[in-house]
């Protein structure tokens, strides 16, 4: 079992930016994927950013340029560097990772509210 833990949201100002981390425990050795996915409220839930185990890195065309994933070399850290942001990437952020076996996992989400 692989559990996700979020942390790093939280209400800025359109323009600012925000740092999310995803910390993934238990038999975390099989994760090959890991991504943010964010819902607002009434929408369906999106993917912002995916990173591979190989280094394969993709975005949404509305974060491009904004933000950026990462992980730690341990492969057991995802961040998310959130820059320039707007009132439309105000929404729950969760975390997903992948196993090898191609097993989903969630975080339980943390809020990011970017006031005008």
């Known amino acids: 079992q692989v559990q996700l833990v979020e942390s790093g949201g939280g209400l800025v100002q359109a323009g600012g930016s925000l740092r999310l981390s995803c910390t993934a425990s238990?038999?975390?050795?099989?994760?090959?994927?890991m991504s943010w996915y964010r819902q607002a409220p009434g929408k369906q839930r999106e993917l912002v950013a995916r990173?591979?185990?190989?280094?394969?890195?993709d975005y949404a065309t509305s974060v491009v340029g904004r933000f950026a994933v990462s992980s730690n070399s341990a492969w057991n850290t995802v961040y998310l560097e959130m820059n320039t942001l707007k009132p439309a990437d105000t929404a729950v952020y969760y975390c997903y990772a992948e196993s090898q076996l191609l097993l989903p996992y969630w975080g339980q989400g943390t809020q990011v509210t970017v006031s005008t």
């Open positions: 990173i591979v185990r190989n280094g394969t890195i």
């Open positions: 238990g038999t975390h050795s099989g994760i090959i994927i």
